[in-house]
């Protein structure tokens, strides 16, 4: 089963965006790496979904996108554009993970993210 383990939050400013969601719902916003701000919602006593704010580019430039983790990337790549889904960044190889965009068949914004 793909679990829901991070969001993204595409703004062309994520520094307001980031004081925001700090000041109305006490989320922790890191300093940025690569203009990623990581974005903690939780204690260890009490987890939330973690996630990220950054400047979104030009085919997303604002909006939230669920990040699904899965076993194979490119398996489900190819299951979600079988039943409608379209690539927005095919996989990406990072140090620790693989990562790809798509929008589903209804035009929300996903991501798929598998651990090496």
Known sequence: MGRVVLFDISSQDPE???AFYSSVFGWKI???NWGYYPVTT???NKPGINGGIS???NDFPHGIRIQIEV???EEAIHKSVELGAQIVRDKMEFDHFYLAYLVDPVGN???LIQNK
């Open 42 to 44: 939780g204690e260890d």
């Open 55 to 57: 400047k979104g580019p």
């Open 16 to 18: 307001r965006a980031g």
């Open 30 to 32: 890191s300093e940025p």
């Open 71 to 73: 076993e194979n990337i």
């Open 109 to 111: 914004g996903i991501g």
